[in-house]
């Protein structure tokens, strides 16, 4: 009841506020839930490959990525293919994947930063509203004029001033936090992939005297 007469007394700018809010919270619970179903242990990812990959088991290797979630899995996948197909660059093969899982991860995410920016104009706008509403009543009211006339529309004002404020603190503060995210995981994807990118150099030096004694 609160809340539909707050809406009500706030006029329409109200109403573009909670559609922005509502639009920050989809995006948001989407992008956290992403990265809660791609979390995973990196270093034992890491481990299990290269146990996997020094025996040569490069099918069971990209399965191993395959059945596990995230971009650092298939950031992963993309250097052993590369690796199996004989590229001699596979900084440039993990260099392409990275380029392509990177804008997956930042999808949505500079929507809050904007909504995060907009939402307190919205709430001056309809604070200018609401004054102009008052000079108005005060024009046409100038003998008679009481605060109650003006109440509503000061109101008007300092209502959506308010809830512009409340979505925009949230918002910034959720727009960081998902930066955080994802700035800590394309570290672990640099990590992982210079870790798999070693273990091939250390590994074709292995192989290069077999082949010589043969």
């Known amino acids: 009841m609160l809340?539909?007469?707050?809406?009500?007394?706030?006029?329409?700018?109200?109403?573009?506020?909670?559609g922005c809010s509502l639009i920050a919270v989809y995006y948001f619970l989407e992008k956290w839930f992403q990265?809660?179903?791609?979390?995973?242990?990196?270093?034992?990812?890491?481990?299990?490959?290269?146990?996997?990959l020094k025996r040569d088991g490069?099918?069971?290797a990209i399965s191993l990525c395959d059945n596990t979630p995230g971009p650092v899995a298939r950031v992963l996948a993309a250097a052993i293919l590369a690796y199996e197909r004989g590229d001699?660059?596979?900084r440039q093969a993990i260099e392409d994947a990275n380029m392509e899982e990177i804008p997956k991860l930042e999808r949505h995410v500079?929507?809050?930063a904007t909504i995060g920016y907009i939402a307190p104009l919205l709430g001056l706008l309809g604070t200018v509203l609401g004054m102009m509403r008052a000079f108005q009543t005060i024009h046409a009211k100038s003998v008679y004029l009481s605060a109650a006339d003006l109440s509503g529309d000061i109101n008007m004002?300092?209502?959506?001033t308010a809830a512009g404020l409340c979505?925009?603190?949230?918002?910034?503060?959720?727009?960081n936090y998902l930066t955080s995210r994802?700035?800590?995981?394309?570290?672990?994807?640099e990590r992982a992939a210079s870790e798999i990118n070693y273990f091939f150099k250390h590994h074709k030096s292995n192989r290069k005297p077999q082949v010589e004694n043969e």
């Open 35 to 52: 990265f809660h179903r791609e979390q995973i242990n990196v270093k034992e990812l890491v481990k299990g490959l290269v146990n996997v």
């Open 182 to 189: 994802i700035h800590s995981i394309c570290q672990e994807m």
């Open 3 to 18: 809340f539909m007469q707050m809406m009500k007394d706030g006029g329409p700018v109200m109403w573009i506020i909670l």
């Open 58 to 60: 490069f099918i069971e």
């Open 110 to 112: 500079n929507l809050l």
């Open 88 to 90: 001699d660059d596979l």
């Open 157 to 160: 004002a300092l209502i959506t």
């Open 167 to 175: 979505v925009a603190i949230p918002c910034y503060i959720a727009y």
